[in-house]
């Protein structure tokens, strides 16, 4: 079993970066499959991004892609979200989640374990 613990929210104006972080506990960070979603208010909680156990391939919404990046420390039992040129409609709550499957999945109910979700809020 794995606790997963989000920081790194705030406000943001549109164009700016954030990076979230997802803080895990345990010694067996390394043999989790890794991913963050979104939820916006009054919408269904989203696919954002995943990483594969050991870092070697990630996967990202069309949302996305080429503004946001994934990364892993397994060293520091730790999981990344790089924000660049954020958007209002970026605007969520966003969910660090693990699996112990080996292969990158989208959907939430792949996803066995998930964090309390760290605000972020994009304004125009």
């Known amino acids: 079993q794995v606790q997963l613990v989000e920081s790194g929210g705030g406000l943001v104006q549109a164009g700016g970066s954030l990076r979230l972080s997802c803080a895990a506990s345990?010694?067996?960070?390394?043999?989790?499959?890794m991913g963050w979603f979104r939820q916006a208010p009054g919408k269904e909680r989203e696919f954002v991004a995943a990483?594969?156990?050991?870092?070697?391939?990630?996967y990202y919404a069309d949302s996305v892609k080429g503004r946001f990046t994934i990364s892993r420390d397994n060293a520091l039992n730790t999981l990344y979200l790089q924000m660049k040129n954020l958007r209002p409609e970026d605007t969520a709550v966003y969910y660090c989640?693990?699996?112990?499957?080996?292969?990158?999945?989208?959907?939430?109910?792949?996803?066995?374990?998930w964090g309390q979700g760290t605000q972020v809020t994009v304004s125009s």
């Open positions: 989640t693990a699996d112990t499957r080996a292969s990158i999945t989208t959907a939430t109910t792949d996803y066995a374990y």
């Open positions: 990483i594969i156990r050991s870092g070697g391939r990630t």
């Open positions: 345990g010694r067996t960070f390394r043999t989790y499959a």
